[in-house]
């Protein structure tokens, strides 16, 4: 800001020979009074005086007491022009200046934003088609890294050791926002879950598909991209967005909020023990705390003290609403001073992909969200269980997965809590496309047996007995492949430049099978029509697709609403009395 002063300054110094020029008069229509009968000096006679005024005196404004007071009357209205025009020049300067200024602070703004790409592979999930009123629901990654790639890093998270290794996504939260913007999920996936994570790339090469590393491990096979392309290969839900945060960022934001409120049930020391080392040495007597700086780190961190990799995940959960609802109390998303510094420490702790790597894309971003009401905030962990093949990692329970990841697709939110005008309202049809479908037996259909899961094959003759199916519906072309894949749901796509066409016939297709709307989707590197028979279709001919009620979530997921006041429960060996 202090350039807006320096240049308001320099060209304040300018007016003057500005006013010489005559321009400023001009501008501000001043031409009234202020020529010779304004400024001439005391000694000037009527004759170099102008006829008109010579006139003027005549009528009493000469030099005597009557013309006396009238040029006094004429000097006060002068200086109250002069006061006006110098005013209006002012505030023009200052408005210019700062209109610099602002531009100046907007692009360090976006200089210190740090990007990268959204995917780091291909995953063949596909945005959600969007609803009646052309509304898509908003689906973003928050990774938390543990990086040690500096000093700040270093001293909060210990490990100098661990500077040169590449990051691990310590926490995984996927949060969704409903298409009318109404209603807010957040899953979290522990970070020694394993999974399938595809195969990636970055900068520095491609890094093969595995089967048996954690989740966490994704990060380190091709950054955020990759985490990002795990999430969509796992659940099926097209994420928009990455955004992550290192520890120093945890701090500086905790610290421009002014503290996070949190709960303990009891004292709590998370301190090295005998059976487990280390610890994150959060140290909080009971009842509820408003943590920032270090101890917000340390909170989050925490794992030992509440039990497992599940309960630190819950206290992420608690952490990441009392984070809300302290922004919508200091109304963040209207005070501008407040959005000032908010933008200031965010920019600097916080990298994003590249589809919102400005001011502009963060601050529509956070718009998207400012309306989601606590009570519609909702989170929740996906169920897991030991993994056999080494009991400190987990594997997600596929049912409860399945489950919670469908919701995500059909845009059903995790809470009960909706408006009742919105369930008694019947959504609309959808829009009929604008080409009318090809006869049944002149389109050509391409089945696929997509119905492998992360811990089951693929249903055996799938892609043969719905072509089958379909042949006897009419569409005589259709023709079974021999690849494979893992889908969770059933899907037709058509080539992205065929436009209404291909969508119309896609449409044909999905109504014989009995498939709903949300199932044909646009493809850009499709070839032709083609139905992948997803894992949500292992068997039989009639497609029932599977029942998501709001609010039905597994057991063991840990759901916490962002209203609710919880506090956690402290594991023995590290309960506080809050005195030693």
């Given amino acids: 800001m202090g350039q807006s002063s320096v240049r308001g300054e320099g060209t304040r110094k300018r007016v003057p020979r500005a006013r010489e020029l005559g321009w400023d008069d001009d501008l501000h229509g001043a031409g009234e009074a202020t020529g010779a009968e304004a400024d001439a000096p005391e000694g000037t006679t009527d004759t170099a005086a102008p006829a008109s005024t010579r006139a003027s005196r005549r009528r009493g404004g000469g030099t005597g007491p009557s ?44 200089g210190n934003i740090r990007g990268g ?72 996936i522990p970070r020694d879950t394993v999974v399938h994570i595809p195969e990636c790339k970055d900068d520095k090469g491609t890094y093969p598909a595995t089967d048996n590393r954690p989740i966490n491990e994704s990060l380190q ?55 487990q080392p280390g610890g994150s040495h959060l140290k909080l007597p009971e009842g509820t705390h408003e943590v920032k700086g270090v101890q917000a780190l340390q909170w989050l961190r925490t794992r ?16 990441m609403n009392g984070m809300v609802e302290k922004l919508q109390k200091q109304n963040a998303w209207t005070d501008t001073g407040r959005l000032m510094g908010l933008a200031e420490t965010a920019t600097k702790a916080l990298q994003v992909s590249d589809e919102i790597k400005s001011v502009k894309g963060l601050f529509d971003l956070s718009m998207q969200l400012k309306n989601v009401k606590l009570n519609r905030l909702t989170t929740a962990n996906i169920p897991t269980a030991e993994w056999p093949q080494d009991h ?37 049809p959808a829009s009929k496309p604008k080409a009318t479908a090809g006869a049944p037996g002149s389109l050509a259909v391409t089945v696929v047996n997509g119905t492998g899961g992360d811990d089951e094959p693929a ?28 889908r969770p749901d059933t899907v037709v796509t058509y080539p992205k430049a065929e436009g209404d066409q291909g969508k119309a016939d896609a449409q044909s297709v999905a109504k014989a099978l009995g498939l709903p ?18 894992a949500d279709w292992r068997e039989g001919t009639v497609y029932e697709k599977p029942a998501a009620e709001a609010g039905d979530i597994p057991d063991g997921a840990q759901v916490v609403r962002g209203d609710q006041k919880d506090c956690m429960e402290i594991f023995d060996p590290y309960k506080w009395d809050g005195k030693s």
Avoid at 68 to 97: D, E, H, Q, Y
Wanted: charged share 25%; proline share 3%.
């Fill in 459 to 486: 249903a055996e003759g799938r892609a043969r007995a719905i072509t089958e199916l379909l042949q006897g519906k009419g569409f005589t072309q259709a023709v079974s492949s021999k690849e494979g894949g893992n």
């Fill in 392 to 428: 400190n990692k987990n594997v997600l329970i596929k049912s409860s997965a399945d489950k919670m990841f469908r919701m995500l697709r059909d845009d059903v939110a995790f809470d009960k809590n909706g408006d009742p005008a919105d369930a008694k309202s019947k959504p609309k």
């Fill in 304 to 319: 030992h003290a509440f039990g497992s990799d599940q309960n630190r995940a819950k206290a992420q959960h608690m952490y």
């Fill in 517 to 534: 709307d949300s199932a044909v989707r646009a493809d850009a590197k499709a070839q032709g029509l083609t139905l992948v028979v997803g």
């Fill in 117 to 188: 790409s959204r995917a780091g592979g291909d995953s063949g999930v596909k945005k959600a088609a969007p609803n009646a009123l052309g509304d898509t629901p908003l689906n973003i990654l928050l990774i938390g890294s543990d990086s040690r790639n500096d000093e700040k890093n270093i001293a909060l998270g210990g490990g100098r050791d661990d500077k040169n290794r590449k990051p691990l996504a310590d926490v995984q939260m996927l949060l969704h926002v409903s298409a009318d913007r109404k209603n807010a999920s957040v899953v979290s």
């Fill in 67 to 110: 013309g006396r007071a009238a040029a006094r009357r004429r000097a006060k209205k002068t200086g109250k022009r002069k006061v006006l025009r110098w005013t209006a020049i002012t505030l023009s300067l200052l408005i210019l200046g700062t209109a610099g200024a602002g531009y100046l602070y907007y692009e360090h703004l976006n």
């Fill in 221 to 275: 096979r091709g950054g955020p991209g990759c985490t990002l392309t795990t999430w969509e290969s796992l659940s099926g839900v097209y994420i928009d967005h990455w955004i992550m945060v290192d520890f120093a960022g945890v701090v500086a934001m905790a610290d421009e909020v002014g503290g996070v409120p949190v709960c303990v049930k009891s004292g709590v020391s998370d301190h090295p023990t005998k059976a």
